[in-house]
């Protein structure tokens, strides 16, 4: 009998060294779980606000269609008022365009930059950045519109992009659309026109927006009142 109470004697500081090794390496597990979970959380957060810069978009000019009336040749004339609106959501001096026919073509040079940049907040490239050439109906030559430029006189009010690089970009724009890889020495990934239009009605107001990491749209935002029409009577018979 003394020999096997010997042996466990011998035996319990072995059983208590494994028992605290098994303790300290569940709390290390447990440790590593918790800080896996953390990992795992910010990166979630991360995703979920690269995603959020992604689809961001943001206005950049409003349209407000005045009047609509019939030339000598039978077309029609619209009249726009064409604002844009800067940063702090404030809008520019109105301007005031004609243009012929019931669809308005809004046409802007357009810089896309590249997905990572964007979805990252990248400082100077976290936005697409546009700026308008010219408005002009379906009826017309686009070459016989009035550059926006012209019309807003000296000082281009221009709502979108970072101050320090927009005025290189912009004079370097077919140099980006003609050479692939001098644009994604820029984190460029698109550099072309875009031109969407919609069909015009007195009263209404667009919206025109611009994508985070895409191009221009324009949505309506008011539409003018719908005239009901008389019920037709019935057919006597």
């Known amino acids: 009998m003394p020999k096997p109470l010997s042996l466990m004697t011998r035996s319990g500081p072995i059983v208590l060294f494994f028992v605290l090794l098994m303790i300290l390496l569940n709390r290390l597990q447990s440790r590593s779980l918790t800080n896996q979970v953390g990992t795992l959380e910010r990166e979630k957060t991360e995703l979920v606000e690269f995603a959020r810069r992604?689809?961001?978009?943001?206005?950049?000019?409003?349209v407000n269609v005045l009047e609509q009336t019939v030339?000598?040749?039978?077309?029609?004339?619209?009249?726009?008022?064409?604002?844009?609106i800067g940063a702090l959501d404030q809008l520019s001096d109105p301007v005031e365009i004609e243009v012929i026919g019931e669809q308005a073509y809004f046409e802007a040079f357009v810089i896309k930059f590249d997905h990572d940049l964007v979805g990252n907040g990248d400082h100077d490239r976290g936005n697409s950045v546009a700026l308008f050439r010219r408005v002009f109906g379906e009826g017309q030559v686009p070459q016989s519109a009035r550059p926006l430029e012209q019309l807003r006189g000296a000082v281009v009010f221009d709502p979108v992009g970072p101050p320090l690089s927009r005025d290189r970009l912009w004079a370097r724009f077919w140099e980006f659309a003609d050479d692939p890889e001098t644009a994604s020495q820029f984190g460029i990934r698109v550099a072309q026109l875009e031109a969407p239009a919609v069909k015009l009605k007195k009263g209404q107001?667009?919206?025109?927006?611009?994508d985070a990491s895409g191009g221009v749209n324009v949505k309506l935002v008011t539409a003018p009142p719908r005239i009901a029409r008389k019920p037709e009577s019935a057919p006597r018979p």
């Open 54 to 62: 992604l689809s961001e978009s943001r206005r950049v000019a409003q």
């Open 205 to 210: 107001v667009w919206e025109v927006t611009l």
């Open 71 to 84: 030339d000598e040749r039978g077309q029609v004339v619209s009249r726009l008022r064409w604002q844009e």
